[in-house]
């Protein structure tokens, strides 16, 4: 399957808030099939190595309303850890929902900002993860943000985004029907399948962006493809 490089989604557009809100809410329940636990179970992972005396530091770009950043403080609590979790988003309307999302959880602050230029100082976090943002971007923007994750981050940048291939297509054609209830999220789901960048794609980007130690898994599962990298 070629990628789809000029189409966009309407979460590329300006939204009104009920639609924006709407949209995000189909995302987060499309994740009961495992894409949050993927993310949690990679950055817990990661994060073993970082001693527990001190407060864990993660970067989420282009985090929406904040549910990957819920999920790890609530796993976090689980596992008696201090954490910090900054999402940044660039779209206004979607940090101000994030803000409202996330109110009840002291551990998150939400700030605006571009996913190519971070407003977050070199070296500030321990690790730098993006989920289902990186597709929105053109190559060259998704290099930089990579770039920027890398240079943002002590430890790992980690990307989970949606297997490119008619398979996951399907996949995620079939999900935005049963499950989504917007039409937004039936439009945009199987669009971000086609726009999403294949294994070596995202192999090519990650050496842009200066990352080593790349390791990328296809799940086909859920659709998905796992990058961690340093």
């Known amino acids: 399957m070629e990628r789809e490089e000029h189409a966009l989604e309407y ?5 009104p808030a009920s639609d924006l809100a709407a ?18 179970r990679t950055i817990a992972r990661e994060a073993a190595s970082i001693p527990r005396a001190r407060r864990l ?11 990957l950043a819920r999920h790890l403080v609530a796993w976090a609590r689980r ?11 660039r779209d ?27 407003p977050i100082r070199a070296r500030s976090v321990d690790l730098a993860v993006t989920v289902l943002t990186l597709h929105h971007l ?27 291939g008619r398979v996951p297509w399907v996949l995620v054609w079939l ?4 499950f989504a209830r917007h039409p937004i999220s039936r439009h945009d789901g199987p669009l971000s399948v086609r726009r999403a960048y294949s294994v070596n794609e ?12 790349i390791v990328i898994s296809r799940v086909p599962w859920l659709a998905r493809v796992l990058m961690v990298a340093s």
């Open 11 to 15: 979460l590329d557009r300006p939204l």
């Open 23 to 40: 949209s995000l809410a189909d995302i987060e329940r499309l994740a009961i099939f495992g894409g949050h636990r993927l993310s949690v």
């Open 57 to 67: 530091v993660v970067l989420d770009v282009g985090g929406g309303r904040g549910d």
């Open 79 to 89: 596992d008696r850890r201090a954490i910090r979790v900054l999402v940044v988003d």
């Open 92 to 118: 206004p309307v979607t940090v101000a929902l994030a803000r409202r999302h996330c109110a009840g959880f002291p551990e998150i602050a939400i700030l605006q900002g571009d996913a190519a230029a971070l």
């Open 138 to 164: 053109d190559p060259a923007a998704a290099a930089t943000s990579l770039g920027e994750m890398r240079a943002a981050a002590r430890g790992a940048v980690i990307v989970n985004d949606l297997l490119r």
């Open 175 to 178: 999900a935005t029907r049963v």
């Open 202 to 213: 995202l192999s090519v980007l990650a050496e842009k962006a200066r990352l080593v130690r």
